[in-house]
């Protein structure tokens, strides 16, 4: 098979690195990069659509974001060329255009990097589906800010200095605000939802949450109360209601999730007769993704296709579930939660504010009545075990 390179960044690179090493049968006959600065050999280019004079079988692209990319992916499919990709920017908004188009061009669309890096996550929902209905997903689905909170507790170390660490590790975005602002959550939170239900999701409908305004005190505050913050996904779908959010969550110390340490990712679908199925494995770095890339090109070697993608509308429903959230921040604004507080901590010049069991909806006019007073803030929900 003849295979074009697109982005040769963290994952491009590893990806190459593990063709050339473990694959040399399959050929690269050209790698796409933005500069010509970056052009290592006569296999590099900067024209993307040089690679069409080459009898290109497969596309595998890791660029950023979704300019060129959705231009770039639609021309290769109308080729016949089968794409692989890991970028969840373009997925989250085009999944469906894109499967639809490779079905009717007689090729492939595969995602498997673009959420949870290494997991077999995207295979693990396709087989899911074929007995299951999916009622619900959850997980740790960010490997930077997973990596961020555990060792801001194990090094004593502030935010920004671990972030720059993730930032080495090849774990973060390059604008990283997409993963401590729980944006790259929210994308592969929406691609999940709409595999794993069947059905479009906007991802400006998700509420999402970021752990940017989270100190170490207030890690090491819950830790003494045996509770651990996690960034997690979390949606479900019933009665052609669904609901989706990413934000911080406050997980017991002995429970599953609170195990989930470093760069790992922890997901879990639960289907009517599978019950809950969790994956966990490292969900960000340039070995793990560049593996889920492979496996996609592998599977299209093999000629093992996942079928079609079908998805229908949905009707956005908050619910009226009632949830425990604690509020946390500097200045005392406990008087827009009115009769909801339970009870007020102040510790070290840092107000917690528990509240009583609160709808998301309640939950999401607190945030906006924060923000409009301009306070530093952030909560968290009580993950029940
Ligand atoms: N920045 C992403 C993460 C990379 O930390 O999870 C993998 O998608």
């Not at 890791?62 to 992916?73: C, F, K, L, R």
């Not at 770095?285 to 560049?290: H, L």
Request: with cysteine; aromatic share 10%.
């Amino acid at each position: 098979m003849k295979i074009a390179i697109l982005g040769y960044g963290t994952v491009g690179k590893g990806v190459v690195k593990i063709l050339e090493e473990r694959f040399p049968h399959f050929e690269i006959v050209k790698i796409v990069v933005h500069s010509e600065k970056d052009c290592l050999d006569e296999r590099f280019t900067t024209n993307f659509y040089e690679i069409f004079d080459y009898d290109v079988d497969v596309l595998m692209e890791m660029i950023i974001g979704d300019s060129p990319t959705y231009e770039y992916i639609r021309y290769a499919l109308s080729q016949c060329i089968h794409v692989i990709t890991s970028n969840k920017t373009t997925v989250a908004c085009h999944l469906e255009e894109y499967m639809k188009l490779a079905k009717e061009n007689h090729c492939q669309f595969r995602y498997e990097a673009s959420v949870a890096g290494g997991i077999p996550w995207i295979q693990g929902l396709i087989k899911a589906k074929r007995i299951d209905k999916i009622e619900r997903i959850e997980g740790i689905l960010n490997g930077t800010t997973n990596y961020i909170l555990d060792h801001m507790l194990k090094e004593d170390r502030d935010y920004t200095e671990i972030l720059k660490d993730a930032q080495r590790l090849g774990y973060a975005e390059s604008n990283p605000s997409a993963d401590v602002d729980g944006i790259d959550a929210l994308r592969k939170i929406c691609i999940s939802s709409s595999l794993g239900y069947n059905i479009r999701v906007n991802t400006d409908e998700v509420d999402c949450f970021g752990i940017s305004t989270v100190k170490l005190n207030d890690l090491k505050k819950f830790k003494n109360e045996g509770l651990l913050i996690k960034l997690m996904g979390y949606s479900h779908f019933e009665n052609n209601k669904f609901y989706a959010c990413v934000e911080p969550v406050l997980v017991s110390s002995i429970s599953k999730y609170a195990a989930v340490d470093e760069n790992n990712n922890a997901v879990s679908l639960y289907g009517n007769t599978i019950g809950e199925l969790m994956f966990i494995g490292q969900g960000a770095g340039q070995a793990p993704t560049a593996n889920a890339m492979i496996q996609d090109l592998l599977d299209i070697n093999d000629r093992r296709y996942d079928g079609e993608c079908i998805l229908v509308d949905s009707v956005i429903d908050r619910g009226d579930t009632l949830n425990n959230y604690v509020f946390c921040m500097n200045e005392d604004q406990s008087m827009i939660f009115e009769e909801k507080i339970d009870f007020v901590e102040k510790v070290d010049e840092r107000y917690y504010i528990t509240l009583k069991p609160s709808t998301v909806e309640e939950k999401n006019k607190w945030i906006k009545e924060l923000r409009n007073a301009n306070c530093e803030f952030f909560y968290a929900r009580r993950r029940v075990l």
